[in-house]
T-cell receptor
């Protein structure tokens, strides 16, 4: 399939450990987004990448969170020293570009993170 | 700051009924509005995208309308089926390079 791929689908980690979540966007999509969805909450924007521009990190909740996108394709979201409140589903999405107003967002199935 | 509200939070209807889901947004200066569907344990699937210059979009039994000036959109589902049961989210793209802002969704249950 040519959809957005996220791995792992589930991750259980102990409090204080670091985790890496991976997103492989649709080929040719220049815009990539990370969102977080907690139980009973809406989607919380974390960070987005658009081409070679500096990423918009305005949604990252703390300096324990970081993300990178290598070669304009695969992205990794890293959470250091995980806390229980980090438990959520982390969703990645991609689109043709933020300047293309008729380009819908395509989401992966998410990574369910549980911090024990 | 853009805020998106969806009412109701949950809705249960019998199979075959036509229904309307509502979405409102506070800043009418949007580039587009998108409706998504989310099944349990899955990501979001794009259903319809309405550009700011458009008033509605249709796909099969789904029709989405947009009234930008009043900050409202509706998703109309005709002849609902149990397979339509899911959470429906709307999201708006503001002017400029900003991410989509989502509502919290409406959880729909269609009872056979």
């Amino acid at each position: 399939g040519a959809g957005v791929s996220q791995s792992p689908s589930n991750k259980v980690t102990e409090k204080g450990k670091d985790v890496e979540l991976r997103c492989d966007p649709i080929s040719g999509h220049t815009a990539l987004y990370w969102y977080r969805q907690s139980l009973g909450q809406g989607l919380e924007f974390l960070i987005y990448f658009q081409g070679n521009s500096a990423p918009d990190k305005s949604g990252l909740p703390s300096d324990r969170f970081s993300a990178e996108r290598t070669g304009g394709s695969v992205s990794t979201l890293t959470i250091q020293r995980t806390q229980q409140e980090d438990s959520a589903v982390y969703l990645c999405a991609s689109s043709l570009g933020t300047g293309i107003w008729n380009s819908p967002l395509h989401f992966g199935n998410g990574t369910r993170l549980t911090v024990t | 700051k853009q805020e998106v509200t969806q009412i109701p939070a949950a809705l249960s209807v019998p199979e075959g009924e036509n229904l309307v889901l509502n979405c409102s947004f506070t800043d009418s200066a949007i580039y587009n509005l998108q409706w998504f569907r989310q099944d349990p344990g899955k990501g979001l699937t794009s259903l319809l995208l309405i550009q700011s210059s458009q008033r509605e979009q249709t796909s099969g039994r789904l029709n989405a309308s947009l009234d930008k000036s009043s900050g409202r959109s509706t998703l109309y589902i005709a002849a609902s089926q149990p397979g339509d049961s899911a959470t429906y989210l709307c999201a708006v793209l503001d002017s400029g390079n900003t991410p989509l802002v989502f509502g919290k969704g409406t959880r729909l249950s269609v009872i056979a």
